[in-house]
């Protein structure tokens, strides 16, 4: 990709699903399902034309549901939006997905597949792995298992403390842990915890019943636990469970004992016998939290021009979601957590969805939901559907590399130089600290699948022992263990996406090694970067790094090597 601009997308014609199709009626949508059952493909053209029409149906089926979640999401409190969504989740997608199930049939026993060109051979792989796991019987376990994930999303945005008289949202209200007064900080971490815990017993339940509706549609399938059927979902060609245990150990070995270092270094620092979970946050140095923007509008714009700056292309993206309103920034009550970007297959624009309260942790959640945006306008013009539905290890290399790059030109945010290099000073830690919580994490999900008939207790003295192991010893809980025991349950992958984590891990050594790439080449680096990230998934997760400049690996000695980049750049700031 070369062009320094890039124009606001028509929505895609349809020329085989009509406009005015009821996506909330089946008998509205069946026939077009129907159709494609049954349609003869005895020829090339017949399959290529096929595979055409099968990609526009998805196109605006994803998208309407695309819509019904994002509306959801943006008003937890709204029972029409939810009514909305569930009804699409528990009446009309599982009717899709027994059409699904037939449609991959058709096209595996195709006489004429072979002559796909090779951009369609990861997909008609993934084919196979729809087929090898599709059950019936799975259709309504799905179902519940969907509208149960949308349960913590309702109960995490419900959600709010008081803090000077004030109601906010947990996100609003973490910015006290940044305050210079450890009292204060103190009694915000407090609060925060107390609102967490009054909602342990409840989630702790419905994650018993996510677990068991997950081991069932595992077994259901013919697989031992919920993980290895999880990796055949989620088309690991690439890689094996067991390379997930070796990933944890090497971030144990090698990552770990670094973050205990930044710790002591912090300890130190704040003279402090030992460190609290409330010290974890603040400047060491007690200096005030960095406010880099008051509004969702303010940190739009400057990162539209943080963007153009690194190149035309990216900032001309985040400025036709902005006019288009294709962005929900602000953290407000009713909110479901989190962050997200919502590719929009028809419309050709993804939405951005955060909770920004003015803190640096929301400039980098807001430019890596803008690589993610970036990556879903550079596949928009891909002539099929399945080259745009991206894989983790491919998506999170496109945003967690743009959290690095854009480092470089954070002065939009932060003009005073001494507020600039804390930033970057603070983004760096968060690498060193976030990769052993990825491991962490991953960890956990692990042994939870693996031992599906575990109680609560079993549970919670697994998560405090595997905690222990990923995470620096220098942070003292002793008086805080009812927090540290429920402190899984904040992460909401968990519960709505399981075995969605390990990629931030892989992509962020991913993201490390383009950075490095981009502070020697720049020119180079981006051109590869926007190369790699064209090819939506028309090649395999290595090819794709391979594209970019770097490799898919996290070994031992990979994992080294880039740790004392990263550490030598925070000694550099």
Request: a negative charge; hydrophobic letters at 35%.
């Amino acid at each position: 990709m070369s062009s320094d601009t890039v124009t606001t997308p028509e929505k895609i014609r349809r020329h085989f699903f009509k406009e005015g199709v009821d996506f909330d009626r089946w008998e509205s949508l069946e026939p077009y399902f129907v159709r494609l059952a049954g349609r003869p493909l005895e020829t090339p053209q017949d399959l290529l034309q096929w595979l055409k029409d099968v990609s526009e149906v998805e196109s605006a089926v994803q998208e309407h549901a695309g819509w019904l979640y994002i509306r959801m999401t943006c008003d937890t409190t709204d029972k029409e939006r939810s009514d909305a969504y569930k009804h699409f989740i528990e009446v009309i997608n599982p009717e899709i997905e027994l059409y699904q199930d037939r449609l991959n049939r058709k096209l595996a026993d195709c006489p004429v597949r072979n002559t796909l060109d090779e951009r369609y051979s990861i997909y008609l792989k993934q084919i196979e792995n729809s087929i090898r796991i599709f059950r019936e019987e799975n259709i309504p376990l799905n179902a519940r298992e969907s509208v149960k994930q949308q349960k913590y999303g309702e109960v995490a945005g419900a959600m709010v403390v008081e803090v000077e008289g004030k109601a906010l949202t947990l996100q609003q209200a973490s910015n006290y842990l940044r305050k210079p007064d450890r009292n204060i900080r103190e009694e915000v971490f407090h609060k925060i915890t107390s609102r967490r815990l009054q909602d342990r017993l409840f989630l702790d339940e419905l994650f018993n019943e996510l677990i068991q509706l997950r081991h069932q549609i595992a077994v259901n399938a013919g697989f031992k636990n919920y993980r290895d059927y999880k990796f055949v979902q989620l088309d690991r060609f690439d890689y094996s469970p067991d390379d997930c245990l070796r990933f944890h150990e090497s971030v144990k070995n090698h990552v770990v004992p670094v973050l205990n270092d930044l710790f002591e270094e912090r300890r130190s620092e704040m003279h402090l016998v030992s460190l609290k979970p409330w010290d974890l946050d603040v400047d060491p140095q007690g200096r005030q939290d960095l406010r880099p923007f008051a509004t969702g509008e303010e940190l739009m714009k400057k990162t539209i021009d943080a963007f153009a700056e690194i190149h035309p292309y990216f900032g001309e993206v985040t400025r036709i979601l902005r006019d288009l309103n294709y962005v929900d920034l602000d953290s407000r009550k009713g909110k479901a957590p989190g962050g997200y970007n919502y590719p929009l297959y028809e419309s050709g624009v993804p939405f951005i969805f955060m909770n920004a309260s003015g803190s640096l942790r929301d400039v980098i959640t807001m430019v890596h939901e803008g690589g993610h945006a970036i990556h879903s306008m550079l596949t928009r013009d891909l002539d099929f559907v399945g080259f745009k539905e991206l894989p983790s290890e491919i998506a999170e290399l496109a945003s967690m590399s743009m959290e690095l790059i854009s480092m470089e030109h954070w002065h939009h945010f932060f003009p005073d130089r001494e507020n600039l290099r804390r930033a970057k000073k603070e983004q760096l830690e968060n690498v060193l600290e976030g990769l052993p919580w990825i491991a962490c994490i991953d960890h956990f999900q692990h042994w939870l699948y693996t031992h599906p008939g575990h109680t609560i207790e079993q549970r919670t003295d697994f998560w405090k022992k595997n905690y222990a192991q990923f995470n620096s010893s220098l942070v003292d809980w002793s008086n805080d263990n009812d927090a540290l025991e429920a402190m899984w349950q904040k992460q909401l992958h968990l519960f709505e996406v399981p075995f969605y984590y390990i990629e931030y891990g892989m992509a962020q050594l991913g993201a490390i090694a383009v950075w490095k790439n981009y502070k020697e080449q720049p020119e180079k680096a981006i051109r590869q970067y926007m190369e790699a990230l064209s090819l939506g998934y028309t090649r395999s997760i290595s090819e794709v790094y391979k594209a970019a400049g770097i490799r898919f690996d996290f070994s031992e000695n990979y994992i080294r090597e880039l740790i004392g980049f990263v550490r030598s750049e925070l000694e550099k700031v």
